[in-house]
């Protein structure tokens, strides 16, 4: 039996239709809720680091559009100067899109590279996963709670020379009801700081004084794998390590995300030693 298509996957019109319900309903739901939102800008950097990290904006290779990439870094240079130096105050919450806004060319966004329908497609705004991917990796290594996080495919592109860094594509937004947000639960502030430096993209989340707890990704059982449909997914655990920052034991190793994810580029790329 021919599976009957959702209302959004009629056509491209139906597809907007659905899209701009979405995104009304959450206006909604974000007037009616009682999250207390963090808003405080400073130039200023607190003094304590808790976790950085950085990535390229930028991928080249076979198959890759060029000039997508370079728009989806100037997306990214946009976005993050909009939340660069963002004070998180005890109780406060953060929520990528309502410091970015929405993603127009009115608002200087750019086409690159989105995910709608299961399709890698141009779309305006495109790119800006990978900064809500960068802002999470900073905010899982720290003490945190992320309130909503929604996932999408882990497997976008080759690991460049074979290195794999664990939750490498994993955060997906889409203005402005798939959100990035997490809550400060802590008894002081965090400061999240996003910037480009030429075509590496760098976070960092700071404080006033160390956390008692560190914290650490481990990947687990990583490997490539065929299925029936004909496909190709990436398939792993992923856990997060809590670590007492005084004695540096372990006090908790919790699965945070069972990665399967299919892999969305040329399947002759894949390492043939790491397919099961």
Not at 3 to 27: D, G, N, V
Request: charged share 25%.
């Amino acid at each position: 039996m021919k599976k009957r298509k959702l209302f959004c996957e009629i056509s491209p019109t139906t597809y907007a239709i659905a899209l701009r319900k979405q995104i009304i309903t959450r206006h909604i739901k974000n007037f009616l809720g009682k999250e207390k939102w963090a808003h405080n800008l400073q130039q200023e950097k607190l003094p304590v680091l808790v976790a950085s990290h950085s990535s390229d904006m930028i991928k080249r290779g076979p198959g890759i559009d060029l000039q997508l990439q370079l728009n989806k870094a100037d997306n990214i240079r946009l976005a993050c100067s909009k939340m660069n130096g963002l004070v998180i105050k005890p109780g406060e919450t953060f929520s990528f899109w309502r410091y970015v806004g929405k993603t127009s060319k009115k608002n200087g966004f750019a086409e690159g590279r989105i995910i709608a329908n299961g399709k890698l497609i141009a779309g305006v705004g495109g790119g800006l996963c990978n900064l809500a991917n960068t802002i999470n990796l900073v905010v899982l290594h720290s003490p945190m709670t992320i309130t909503e996080l929604h996932h999408h495919s882990d497997a976008l592109a080759p690991d460049p020379e074979g290195r794999r860094v664990p939750y490498s594509a994993g955060t997906s937004v889409n203005y402005n009801f798939v959100d990035y947000r997490f809550r400060n639960d802590t008894s002081q502030p965090v400061q999240l700081c996003a910037w480009c430096d030429g075509d590496t993209l760098k976070t960092e989340l700071r404080t006033t004084e160390q956390f008692p707890n560190t914290y650490r990704i481990v990947e687990e059982g990583h490997h490539f794998h065929k299925e029936e449909n004909g496909k190709y997914y990436r398939v792993s655990k992923i856990y997060r390590d809590t670590i007492d920052r005084t004695t540096g034991n372990i006090t908790e190793h919790k699965l945070h995300w069972n990665n399967h994810s299919e892999v969305m580029f040329d399947y002759a790329l894949i390492p043939q030693e790491m397919i099961d």
